[in-house]
T-cell receptor, first 113, second 114 residues
Framework: SQQGEEDPQALSIQEGENATMNCSYK?????LQWYRQNSGRGLVHLIL?????REKHSGRLRVTLDTSKKSSSLLITASRAADTASYFCATDDFKAAGNKLTFGGGTRVLVKP | DGGITQSPKYLFRKEGQNVTLSCEQN?????MYWYRQDPGQGLRLIYYSQIVNDFQKGDIAEGYSVSREKKESFPLTVTSAQKNPTAFYLC?????????????FGPGTRLTVT
């Protein structure tokens, strides 16, 4: 089963609006990462937030982490057509052996000009 | 120009044939990964390697094999035992394995088996 589950599965907004997507996970984690994937391409790392951090910013991106609720959110402010992509959260499992990330199913974002 | 290369971009094979997907990196990263992505889905881990000459099974290793003889290279073989091999395959690397390190992805290989 997926460790991370994104919500919503798809999101359609107008250019200039904010886009918010959420990620829920099941087990305790050390870190949570967000990635972007343009259609038919590889993933690009956006931001990493550690389990002892509550909020992190990078340009127009804001990530929050609530370990008590096992959830994270990614906010893209003032969206642009170029933000059209799928966004994935990825978590590591604090107790699992091996060093690997587990990716969620993704949120597909469409920014209309 | 550093990065990860995957070749070819598109690959077509007949059912019953083994096929090897190439992944090369010049980032001097220790860890490398293979993921499978089906349409509209997330990534599922096939195999990963934390260091040369070592690799571990991921969540969906059945029907796949890998080798890690060189730091730069982590080829994936899709064998005839893989029941549903048609998918988009992504290779990634990171400085070291673990959730603290971001992963760098190649452009992917789209495999179609008929």
């Amino acid at each position: 089963s997926q460790q991370g589950e994104e919500d919503p599965q798809a999101l359609s907004i107008q250019e200039g609006e904010n886009a918010t997507m959420n990620c829920s996970y099941k087990t305790s984690i050390n870190n949570l990462q967000w990635y972007r994937q343009n259609s038919g391409r590889g993933l690009v790392h956006l931001i990493l937030i550690r389990s002892n951090e509550r909020e992190k910013h990078s340009g127009r991106l804001r990530v929050t982490l609530d370990t008590s609720k096992k959830s994270s959110s990614l906010l893209i402010t003032a969206s642009r057509a170029a933000d059209t992509a799928s966004y994935f959260c990825a978590t590591d499992d604090f107790k699992a052996a091996g060093n690997k990330l587990t990716f969620g199913g993704g949120t597909r974002v469409l920014v209309k000009p | 120009d550093g990065g990860i290369t995957q070749s070819p971009k598109y690959l077509f094979r007949k059912e019953g044939q083994n096929v090897t997907l190439s992944c090369e990196q010049n980032l001097n990263h220790d860890a490398m990964y293979w993921y499978r992505q089906d349409p509209g889905q997330g990534l599922r881990l096939i195999y990963y390697s934390q260091i040369v000459n070592d690799f571990q099974k991921g969540d969906i290793a059945e029907g796949y094999s890998v080798s890690r003889e060189k730091k730069e290279s982590f080829p994936l073989t899709v064998t005839s035992a893989q029941k549903n091999p048609t998918a988009f395959y992504l290779c990634a690397s990171s400085i070291q394995a673990g959730g603290y390190y971001e992963q760098y992805f190649g452009p992917g290989t789209r495999l179609t088996v008929t």
